[in-house]
């Protein structure tokens, strides 16, 4: 019996400990094991606001949009880069069309619209890459048709707000 209460007593401290690091430091992000949060901004090209996910880590951008059901119209993922390349991309894991806005600092440079999913039975090794003919530091995919509809052009400045 003692020793039941001693580890409870372990334990009850353990549980204090933990509760009182993380009200210093709430962000358990870092640790392994522990989901990512999703950042949310708004975007802006020309006139028009976008709702976008933040993909500015290495998991964040792997994973992009691959396994989602669908995604809204005033909606996007903006992939941010650390360096100005050119970025290659691929449909994995998606079942809708996107179009892929390429931008460089905050101007459009190149523009890939309605980029259709991989059939179901699709092997990884014949997906297409996609990489734009510019360098960019930022790749914005949203549904595709979005571009078309907004009627996105290269030269078009993008902010994100």
């Known amino acids: 019996m003692k020793k039941f209460i001693f580890q409870?007593?372990?334990l009850v401290i353990g549980i204090f400990a933990?509760?009182?690091f993380y009200q210093k430091n709430p962000?358990?992000?870092g640790l392994p094991f522990v989901p990512e949060r999703s950042v949310f901004k708004e975007l802006q090209i020309n006139s028009v606001k976008l709702k976008v996910e933040i993909a500015d880590t290495q998991s964040k951008r792997s994973k992009g949009l691959g396994g989602r059901e669908a995604l809204a119209s005033d909606e996007g993922m903006l992939f941010i880069f650390p360096k100005t390349e050119r970025h290659p991309f691929w449909m994995k894991g998606l079942s809708f069309p996107l179009d892929f806005i390429w931008i460089r600092g905050e101007v459009v440079v190149d523009?890939?619209?309605n980029i259709q999913p991989p059939t179901p039975d699709q092997p990884d090794e014949?997906?297409?890459i996609y990489q734009s003919?510019?360098?960019v530091d930022q790749v914005l995919?949203?549904?595709?048709?979005t571009a078309a509809g907004l009627k996105l052009k290269i030269g078009?400045?993008?902010?994100v707000i």
């Open 8 to 10: 409870f007593a372990l």
């Open 18 to 20: 933990v509760l009182f």
């Open 27 to 29: 962000d358990l992000s």
């Open 111 to 113: 523009l890939f619209q």
């Open 126 to 128: 014949s997906l297409p």
């Open 133 to 135: 003919k510019e360098e």
């Open 141 to 145: 995919e949203v549904l595709g048709g």
């Open 156 to 159: 078009d400045m993008v902010k």
